[in-house]
């Protein structure tokens, strides 16, 4: 296992490093063009609870899609260090949110917990085969199987295209994205 982790923490500090070099204009036009993919793709899934994420760092910014999807927006909250995240409803225009571990915004305590149908994903790589690498808490890994288990849930990952990698070190732990986007492609993945 030390190698696999020696691995990931190597590649994450490549992309990582990738991802902070891009400057603000390029990933501002790409978030851009993010969403608007993404708002075409999830409004042709006609799904009710669609789990964001508010952007951290230089992650891709797809905060501007909680105006489409008004009324149907979750955002992940960290319960424990080893446990799957939660999903909480949260307005833009109605709810300030709350800054919490590792830097993430998430609503407040009093907000509802709903059970997600899509997760949008970060990540700081990605490969063709629908492997992501995250930041190494393993908290979308454990939730996405959990969610698995109980019913269909749809997970795409968003990002740049800079953060694609040959190949992601994977254990059975880890869990593929149903599809990527980025600012120059939409990458589908087999269940195979």
């Not at 994450?12 to 603000?24: F, H, Y």
């Not at 009093?110 to 059970?115: F, G, Q, R």
Request: aromatic share 10%.
């Amino acid at each position: 296992m030390p190698i696999l982790d020696n691995l990931k923490s190597e590649l994450r500090k490549i992309k990582l490093s990738e991802r902070n070099q891009l400057n603000c204009k390029y990933r501002k036009e790409a978030s851009e063009k993010v969403v608007n993919s993404l708002r075409e793709f999830l409004k042709s899934t006609k799904s009710e609870n669609i789990a964001l994420f508010y952007p951290i760092n230089s992650e891709i910014d797809i905060i501007d899609l909680s105006q489409t999807f008004k009324g149907n927006v979750l955002l992940p909250c960290v319960v424990d260090k080893d446990a799957p995240l939660v999903f909480k409803k949260w307005n833009l225009d109605e709810q300030a949110l709350e800054k919490k571990a590792f830097g993430v915004f998430e609503p407040n305590q009093n907000s509802d917990v709903m059970i997600p149908d899509v997760i949008i994903v970060p990540f700081l790589a990605f490969d063709g085969e629908g492997y992501r690498l995250g930041y190494g808490g393993g908290y979308y890994d454990r939730t996405i199987s959990g969610l698995r288990n109980e019913k269909d849930v749809l997970t795409i990952g968003v990002g740049f295209d800079v953060q694609k990698a040959l190949e992601i070190p994977h254990d059975v732990f880890d869990m593929r994205l149903d599809l990527v986007i980025t600012e120059a492609n939409i990458y589908k993945f087999d269940e195979s």
